[in-house]
Nanobody, 121 residues
Framework: QLQASGGGLVQAGDSLRLSCVRS????????MGWFRQAPGEERKFVAA????????SYADSVKGRFTISRDNVRNSVYLQMDSPKPEDTAVYYC????????????????WGQGTLVTVSS
């Protein structure tokens, strides 16, 4: 029900935008978020956005570089990755839950499939 796209190979300092589309008519009922999992590591929180888009939360490691946004007409959530670093290389997953706080804490109802982002130095 969550389809992520936009991953690929990008050079450090360039930009990349990930997209995630949720099928169904209840997109606005969910807060949305992005997580990532690097090789050999656990899946970690990256960013979250409230149901209306009024508030956002970020992991310290991406604050000021990544921006999460959503379009409730297109049932989509986005992750704009500016000035990516090699340490941002990971599989990125979109996620949905009923509140922004739940997403931040990793209490996820729906996971999308991952999209691989590779940042070269």
């Amino acid at each position: 029900q969550l389809q992520a796209s936009g991953g690929g190979l990008v050079q450090a300092g360039d930009s990349l935008r990930l997209s995630c589309v949720r099928s169904g008519r209840t997109f606005i009922a969910y807060a949305m978020g992005w997580f990532r999992q690097a090789p050999g590591e656990e899946r970690k929180f990256v960013a979250a956005i409230s149901r209306t888009g009024a508030t956002t939360s970020y992991a310290d490691s991406v604050k000021g570089r990544f921006t999460i946004s959503r379009d409730n007409v297109r049932n989509s959530v986005y992750l704009q990755m500016d000035s990516p670093k090699p340490e941002d290389t990971a599989v990125y997953y979109c996620a949905a839950d009923f509140s922004e706080r739940s997403v931040v804490s990793g209490q996820i109802v729906y996971w999308g499939q991952g999209t691989l982002v590779t940042v070269s130095s």
